[in-house]
């Protein structure tokens, strides 16, 4: 065995490991041999002392975060065969060298077996995300073999990591390019234009998980008049317009977002198009539509990020969708989504439910709606199916 810190399982606690779960709570560790550093590549071995994993040591609930269940070295070559592993799933899904669409997922944490980071492609762009010290402490070695992967079709990597990383890791990160710099042109999404914003926008600038659902707002879209809440950079607006919507008001408390979602249809459409953006919560601004709107978009950011708050959270579901219920045309159809990893599908279809009770419609399910496949789901990590929608016809 390799000399490493060695972090030993009570008996027993192996067995989540042995179904591949990427993650060792603290609570299963009974010691550790060394004295690891926060990211530090550890080992992980059961109450006899035989190898069961290999990953990043970290403070807090979860202790390590599952790299290999190989006994290998976490060496350049494996982390280039893991980057190499997530390029061709994207080439295989059609969106590495697509010319529709230039803006994708590359890595999705532990959907790619690479827990704690994240990768998003934006054109000649990749904006880096750590969601843990061990990936933050990689981040250069990252930027380096994507640079080698892509050649010159990559001229900068940015980090985005400040407000992702663990507070009590005391890093004082501060986000910037890892090399090379950008002048921000448009991406491509299904055809449309948009500009992103990694350096100052949530997320890495876009919110990419929602593409397929874009698009099938846009097949809805059809002479319709579209109310798109949370609206942040205006995607679903940008896609009603494309798919024929008579009028499109997108609405979002940000006053930035607004501005950047009405540059949005601009680029797409020009001037004249059939658009409002209207800074404005989202709750308040539904209070005093009746009537107005055919097809409803909540997109709503994480009302719960963690389980301790779980109940607020629902009780928010409820009253937003109960609202949007309430409000749209007899024949109208509502997209409501939650991206929460802490509300499951079975909380948030629940949420749904009660908030269409609230309102008295009688209403159908068209779709259930989930992410896309640039964002994959570890079969043995289930917490990663995120993003939950559904599309409801309401009488």
């Keep these: 065995m390799m000399e490493e810190t060695r972090i030993v399982l009570k008996r027993g606690k192996e067995e989540s490991l042995l179904r591949f779960h990427p993650w060792i709570f603290s609570g299963a560790v009974s010691r550790i041999y060394g004295e690891p550093e926060e990211g530090e590549v550890v ?9 069961i994993a290999r990953g990043h040591f970290q403070v807090g609930s979860i202790a390590v975060r599952v790299l290999t269940f190989r006994d290998e070295k976490i060496d350049r070559a494996w982390w280039t065969a893991r980057l190499e592993q997530a390029c061709r799933l994207r080439g295989a899904l059609g969106l590495a ?15 790619d077996s690479l827990p704690g980071l994240v990768v998003d492609i934006y054109g000649s ?25 892509y050649g010159g079709k990559l001229t900068a990597v940015y980090d985005k990591s400040s407000g992702t990383l663990p507070f009590r890791a005391e890093l004082n ?9 950008a002048a921000g042109e448009p991406v491509l999404e299904n055809g449309n234009r948009f500009l992103v914003n990694w350096e100052r926008g949530q997320k890495t600038g876009f919110f990419i998980d929602q593409r397929d659902n874009r698009r099938l707002v846009g097949q809805y879209a059809a002479g319709r008049t579209v109310l798109n809440t949370f609206c ?4 679903f607006s940008v896609y009603a ?9 997108s609405v979002d408390s940000s006053r930035r977002a607004v501005e950047l979602a009405q540059k949005n249809v601009e680029l797409n459409f020009g001037t004249e198009a059939s658009h409002r953006a209207i800074a404005c919560d989202a709750f308040d601004f539904l209070k005093d539509v009746q009537d107005q709107y055919d097809l409803i978009v909540l997109d709503p ?3 719960a990020k963690h389980q301790r708050v779980l109940g607020n959270a629902l009780q928010g579901y409820k009253r937003l969708n109960a609202r949007a219920i309430s409000r749209i045309r007899p024949g109208g159809i ?17 949420a749904v439910f009660s908030g269409a009770a609230i309102a008295g419609r009688n209403v159908r399910i068209l779709h259930q709606l989930t992410q896309p496949a640039d964002h994959p789901v570890n079969i043995y990590h289930p917490e990663g199916e995120y993003l939950k929608g559904l599309v409801l016809y309401v009488e």
Aim: hydrophobic letters at 35%; aromatic letters at 10%; charged letters at 20%.
């Design 125 to 149: 762009v990749a904006v880096l995300q750590a969601h843990s010290i061990g990936m933050y402490r990689s981040r250069q070695q990252i930027a380096e073999i994507l640079r080698e992967i």
């Design 173 to 181: 990160p501060v986000d910037g390019y890892l090399f090379g710099a």
């Design 97 to 111: 060298d697509s010319e529709e669409t230039t803006c994708y997922r590359l890595v999705h944490g532990e959907g």
């Design 232 to 235: 942040y950079t205006g995607g």
């Design 43 to 51: 080992t992980v071995v059961d109450s006899e002392e035989k190898f």
């Design 301 to 303: 950011p994480a009302f």
């Design 334 to 350: 509502l997209f409501t989504f939650s991206c929460s990893q802490a509300v499951s599908r079975e909380h948030f279809r629940n």
């Design 241 to 249: 317009l494309q798919g024929g919507a008579v009028h499109v008001d």
